[in-house]
């Protein structure tokens, strides 16, 4: 192991043994490895960038081995990933409207998310490949069944195009289950393919039937790393940002609050009344969403959370953007349309005749309405 995978094992060893104490030393060591995953020689060759991605996604997957899987027995650990997965609202949205147009119309929701996580357990090559790394990891069958419901949990949340990639799961296991056959064949006329593509709610592009596997799980991951490499900027510029106008301790919050703590947890760390940490809370909040993602780095912001104006309509799906678009006002459908075409806060302004402060104040308005449609 090079010198920086054996400096990264030897803080998650620490780190472990601190945090988890009632483990055995063997499971700390299995879960240690896990981690650092097969290829632990791929820490020398990356950049300062790229290897703070790493320890984030170890560290995001520790936490969901925490918080929802580790030392339970089978049946809760995967009851706790299903009730996780069957969260997501765009995944039930689907799920529920394909159950409502089918024959079989009592499936449940959690029944539907079971069969697609079976199917990947049985075809999909990242996890048959992870499933081979852990058990290389450890012996213990019910660890290697809790670090299992992480790796799936961690690898169905990954954002692509906006959309968790269970969704894009789904899709194709619909595709799969639905195949029909040919009952009649019209005599002398030729056999069309009607098509090749699957049109699906919320996105621009149909899917194709025909989409290279291996081709999709690459995109996946690629997509995956541009997305991580965008938190980091925001978070190191929204960090640099509240040194700068909140303070030291609002920086330190942040901080404890991505690790996943409770707000008691952060008060302990932090030595402050818990009244007064969630004070701090609200106002990194209100720096968060009304100064820094509105006026000072909106770009970055609306690039990483794929809600910009000009190519996401602020996040909202094809429905939700007709219903917000409709219940503006002429004036503000113009500021939409304007900022659409690129023009500048200080050129609509002038178009207008308002104070430049006017329409930051009224686009203000607009964009967290649309967030609040979003959530």
């Given amino acids: ?155 169905c949340l990954r954002p692509i195009r906006n959309q968790p990639l269970l969704v894009y799961r789904f899709v194709n296991y619909l595709r799969r289950s639905q195949r029909g056959g040919m009952t009649q064949v019209p005599q002398g006329e030729m056999v069309r393919l009607i098509s090749e593509e699957l049109t699906v709610d919320d996105l621009d592009s149909p899917v194709s039937l025909l989409d290279n596997q291996a081709l999709a799980d690459y995109q996946d991951a690629q997509d995956w790393e541009e997305q991580q490499i965008l938190r980091m900027m925001v978070q190191k510029q929204f960090e640099d940002y509240l040194g700068e106008n909140v303070g030291v301790v609002a920086v330190r919050w942040l901080k404890l609050y991505l690790q996943g703590l409770s707000q008691d947890a952060i008060a302990k760390r932090l030595d402050l009344p818990v009244k007064q940490v969630y004070r701090l809370r609200e106002k990194v909040s209100y720096h968060a969403i009304r100064v820094f993602a509105l006026k000072t780095k909106p770009e970055l912001v609306a690039n990483w959370l794929e809600i910009s104006l000009q190519e996401h309509n602020l996040g909202l799906t094809l429905p939700q953007w007709e219903n917000f678009y409709q219940e503006l006002t002429p004036l503000q459908q113009k500021i939409i349309e304007m900022l659409k075409a690129g023009e500048s806060i200080e050129a609509i302004a002038a178009d207008l005749d308002w104070k430049v402060h006017q329409v930051m104040s009224e686009w203000s308005k607009l964009y967290l309405t649309a967030q609040s449609l979003r959530s």
């Fill in 1 to 155: 192991m090079t010198k920086t995978g054996l400096k990264i094992e030897s803080l998650w060893c620490d780190r472990i043994a601190k945090e988890c104490p009632r483990l055995s030393g063997e499971e700390q060591e299995s879960i240690v490895k896990w981690l650092l995953g097969e290829d632990s020689e791929r820490f020398e060759g990356l950049s300062t960038n790229q290897l703070a991605i790493a320890k984030q996604a170890m560290d995001y997957r520790y936490r969901i081995l925490l918080q929802r899987y580790l030392k339970l027995g089978p049946t809760q650990a995967y009851r706790n990933l299903i009730t996780r997965l069957g969260s997501l609202i765009v995944l039930r949205n689907k799920i529920k409207t394909w159950v409502a147009l089918s024959r079989d119309r009592q499936r449940a929701v959690a029944d539907v998310i079971q069969e697609v996580i079976q199917e990947m357990l049985n075809s999909d090559r990242y996890i048959q490949q992870q499933i081979a790394w852990i058990a290389q990891c450890t012996d213990n069958s019910r660890l290697r069944d809790s670090l299992l419901l992480t790796t799936v949990e961690e690898y």
